[in-house]
């Protein structure tokens, strides 16, 4: 069983700058690969980012590309995501997913381990 647990989330004005922590525990988790979602109200929960189990590979939604940035410190069990320039339409619950695979996926039927999400709020 692997637990995961998101922090970070909170409220800023649009421009601004929030860091997202996962952590991961159970099996050890630089086993999996991690990814990111959100979920806005009345809207699909929707990719946002992923990053293989080493580290190596990276993906982003279009939406967040050159704003977001994903990374991983496996010492630390712990995966982050960096977001800038924020926008309004960045609004919702961001979740942490872990898969039990090297390569990461980007839908979120690719990964069995979910936390509990962060609310990310954008002001304007």
């Known amino acids: 069983q692997v637990q995961v647990v998101e922090s970070g989330g909170g409220l800023v004005q649009a421009g601004g700058s929030l860091r997202l922590s996962c952590a991961a525990a159970?099996?050890?988790?630089?086993?999996?690969?991690m990814g990111w979602f959100r979920q806005a109200p009345g809207k699909e929960r929707e990719f946002v980012a992923a990053?293989?189990?080493?580290?190596?590979?990276?993906s982003y939604a279009d939406s967040v590309k050159g704003r977001f940035t994903i990374s991983r410190d496996n010492a630390k069990n712990t995966v982050y995501l960096q977001m800038n320039s924020l926008k309004a339409e960045d609004t919702g619950v961001y979740y942490c997913?872990?898969?039990?695979?090297?390569?990461?996926?980007?839908?979120?039927?690719?990964?069995?381990?979910w936390g509990q999400g962060t609310q990310v709020t954008v002001s304007t």
């Open positions: 990053i293989s189990r080493s580290g190596g590979n990276l």
């Open positions: 997913a872990a898969r039990f695979s090297a390569s990461y996926s980007e839908s979120k039927t690719g990964y069995y381990y």
């Open positions: 159970g099996r050890t988790s630089s086993s999996y690969s």
